[in-house]
């Protein structure tokens, strides 16, 4: 159980365009997902959290113009890279959340590896 | 803010050759600590749960231990399919948002 996909799991694009990428759960509703970035050998950074229903929450330094997050169904959230430029090139992973009695606990999806041109 | 502090951030071991990762946090509240396994490419995998000091937890050759500074995951005889960064998070106060330490990079070598 507890399985997130993402999707596409690469994506090469040119300057100035603009890069969907797809998080699903695959067997369980998450009211909240999570979008990291990470860059090599490095942690992961959260971007913003992405609850069902109303707008996502941003980081400090995340632009929310840049980065936009829509998370329509309890299962699927998406983030748009808009406008995307050589530096947006990144590991880009999400998460969903399983609310737990105690602490909640995130599942990962495999990520997407953004390379802009 | 909740810190966390892994240690060493390298590790190299020959298979069945047994040691521990280093876990140290400071966090508000701890609601729990949470130990990832991520691979090259992957996304982070969920290894464990660890919610009050004195906890313990195994899964096949790792066993995580908490303590109210901080967490060990121990890897009894590695193979060299345990080869992966480890990672550690907290999750503290009201917040369900994680924060991760920077990993521990395991090598282990046949």
């Known amino acids: 159980g507890a399985v997130v996909s993402q999707h596409p799991s690469r994506v090469i694009c040119k300057s100035g365009t603009s890069v969907k990428i797809e998080c699903r759960s695959l067997d369980f509703q998450a009211t909240t997902m999570f979008w990291y970035r990470q860059f090599p050998k490095k942690s992961l950074m959260l971007m913003a959290t992405?609850?069902?229903?109303?707008?996502?929450?941003?980081e400090q330094g995340v632009e929310k113009d840049k980065f936009l997050i829509n998370h329509a169904s309890l299962t699927l959230s998406t983030l748009t890279v808009t406008s995307a430029h050589p530096e947006d090139s990144s590991f880009y992973i999400c998460?969903?959340?399983?609310?737990?009695?105690?602490?909640?606990?995130?599942?990962f999806g495999p990520g997407t590896r953004l390379t802009v041109l | 803010e909740d810190q966390v502090t892994q240690s060493p951030e390298a590790l190299r071991l020959q298979e069945g050759e047994s040691s521990s990762l280093n876990c140290s946090y400071t966090v508000s509240g701890l609601r729990g600590l949470f130990w990832y396994r991520q691979d090259p490419g992957k996304g982070p995998e969920f290894l464990f749960t660890l919610y009050s000091a004195g906890e313990e937890k195994e899964k096949e050759r790792l066993k995580a231990t908490l303590t109210k500074k901080e967490s060990f995951l121990h890897i009894t005889a590695p193979k060299p399919e345990d080869s992966a960064t480890y990672l550690c998070?907290?999750?503290?106060?009201?917040?369900?948002?994680?924060?991760f330490g920077k990993g521990t990079l395991l090598t282990v070598n046949p």
């Open positions: 998070a907290v999750q503290g106060g009201s917040n369900y948002k994680l924060t």
């Open positions: 998460s969903a959340r399983v609310q737990g009695g105690t602490a909640d606990t995130q599942y």
């Open positions: 992405s609850n069902e229903g109303s707008k996502a929450t941003y």
